[in-house]
């Protein structure tokens, strides 16, 4: 599995000039900035993207394979578990078991 970075993205979307930005321990910030449009306010704000878990390429004798796409990793893990049990049941009935 792999892990996609995280990246904080401060003030997306934001025209301006930011002169000074102050973090405080309880989670607020303050933005002391001049936008270069009306409204352009609902833009000053920090965005915390990314930090997904995520399935990687793997290469099996030579073969890349790339991972599904549109799938988290929990739910190939069990699809994987699912198929093995399927393959293991039915080894245990041909061996009679």
């Known amino acids: 599995m792999d892990w996609e970075e995280p990246r904080l993205r401060i003030a997306p ?8 930005l102050k973090g405080y321990s309880d989670g607020s910030i303050e933005f002391d900035a001049s936008p270069s449009q009306d409204g352009g306010e609902k833009n000053l ?6 930090g997904e878990p995520g399935l990687p390429e793997t290469e099996n004798r030579g073969v890349v394979y790339s991972p599904p796409v549109g799938i988290l990793p929990i739910e190939a893990a069990r699809t994987g578990i699912e198929y093995y049990e399927r393959v293991f049941a ?3 009935k041909r061996l009679g078991g």
């Open 13 to 20: 979307g934001f025209s301006g000039h930011i002169k000074e």
């Open 45 to 50: 704000q920090v965005v915390l993207e990314g």
């Open 90 to 92: 039915e080894a245990a």
